[in-house]
T-cell receptor, first 114, second 109 residues
Framework: DTEVTQTPKHLVMGMTNKKSLKCEQHMGHRAMYWYKQKAKKPPELMFVYSYEKLSINESVPSRFSPECPNSSLLNLHLHALQPEDSALYLC?????????????FGQGTRLTVV | DAKTTQPPSMDCAEGRAANLPCNHSTISGNEYVYWYRQIHSQGPQYIIHGLKNNETNEMASLIITEDRKSSTLILPHATLRDTAVYYCIVRVAISRLTFGEGTQLTVNP
């Protein structure tokens, strides 16, 4: 199983809502990532979790709150988002954050903030 | 991280080899070259990576020049399903995988 599963696939939320994005992998990977991708732009790294601890936060606003409850799960909690936060949110995992192995990406959650 | 330069777009005829170039003239000795692609509205897909030797897998071949300042990804027999944005990334370790603008490859029938 080389799959990273993201749910939901699509999400529409208001600026006062609280919602969460979920990411799951069962490959035994110990590094997990959140990326944000705007239309016609490359993915931008947001957060990296290494062995269930947050190791990189790319100066992401606090309205995005990541959580890694166990080695297979990664959540992204959303609160008080702005319309400009509308984007494709991608989750990825890799075997070891320090190793030179490939990262596997999910299909993303397309988020629209209204 | 070493910066990479790729042409913004390329075309290829179906069934022919697609050769995608990447310049990384500031690459360090311990930095790997990774290639990913992203088909429209899907998550990026890993293709191949290498350090200094040429690499081949079931999807593609990676040719790295002897001075490691450039590389070429080769899709030996391109199909319509290979139409995608191809990203060349240079990185020491996977943790901060940073995507550039990539090359939009269009495979034409």
């Amino acid at each position: 199983d080389t799959e990273v599963t993201q749910t939901p696939k699509h999400l529409v939320m208001g600026m006062t809502n609280k919602k969460s994005l979920k990411c799951e992998q069962h490959m035994g990977h110990r590094a997990m990532y959140w990326y944000k991708q705007k239309a016609k732009k490359p993915p931008e790294l947001m957060f990296v979790y290494s062995y269930e601890k947050l190791s990189i936060n790319e100066s992401v606003p606090s309205r995005f709150s990541p959580e890694c409850p166990n080695s297979s799960l990664l959540n992204l909690h959303l609160h008080a988002l702005q319309p400009e936060d509308s984007a494709l949110y991608l989750c990825a995992s890799s075997q070891d954050p320090k190793g030179n192995t490939e990262a596997f990406f999910g299909q993303g959650t397309r988020l629209t903030v209204v | 991280d070493a910066k990479t330069t790729q042409p913004p777009s390329m075309d290829c005829a179906e069934g022919r080899a697609a050769n995608l170039p990447c310049n990384h003239s500031t690459i360090s000795g311990n930095e790997y070259v990774y290639w990913y692609r992203q088909i429209h509205s899907q998550g990026p897909q890993y293709i191949i990576h290498g350090l200094k030797n040429n690499e081949t897998n079931e999807m593609a071949s990676l040719i790295i020049t002897e001075d490691r300042k450039s590389s070429t990804l080769i899709l030996p027999h391109a199909t319509l399903r290979d139409t995608a944005v191809y990203y060349c990334i240079v990185r020491v370790a996977i943790s901060r995988l940073t995507f550039g603008e990539g090359t939009q490859l269009t495979v034409n029938p």
